[in-house]
């Protein structure tokens, strides 16, 4: 399966991947503990390792492209794969997230990335601006 998600926060692009690709920021913005690099091929874990991954393709402050999985997978389930648009315009980004080769069972995923990222992103960002 897959979705897509679109999500508008009052940040630059660049705040948004920044604080994505870096250990301090991702943990801020989401509240729960991540290792994170910006480098291409370099591992992730986030939400005390319940999440981790690889970065696949980084583009500077518009494009991340990362292998992604929980715990909840199981062993002989291939990663899935998050693509994450930024799109500024004015005083705000659109983040569209597009999530694919989820497995059947994911789709508690969609709120997921609500509740444990786009909220608390919405809260981080909206203090900060």
Request: net charge negative; hydrophobic share 30%.
């Amino acid at each position: 399966m897959e979705f897509t998600i679109k999500r508008t926060f009052k940040a630059t692009a660049k705040q948004i991947y920044k604080s994505w690709l870096s250990t301090q920021g991702h943990t801020k913005m989401t509240r729960g503990t991540a290792y994170v690099s910006d480098k291409v091929g370099d591992s992730f874990s986030a939400w005390e390792g319940y999440i981790t991954g690889a970065n696949i393709e980084l583009v500077p402050y518009s494009k991340i492209v990362q292998s992604w999985r929980t715990s909840n997978f199981e062993t002989d389930e291939d990663d899935s794969q998050i693509e994450i648009l930024l799109n500024e315009r004015e005083n705000e980004t659109e983040l569209i997230l597009k999530h694919t080769k989820v497995p059947e069972s994911g789709e508690h995923y969609i709120t997921g990335w609500d509740e444990h990222y786009f909220e608390p992103m919405k809260a981080y960002f909206d203090q900060l601006n």
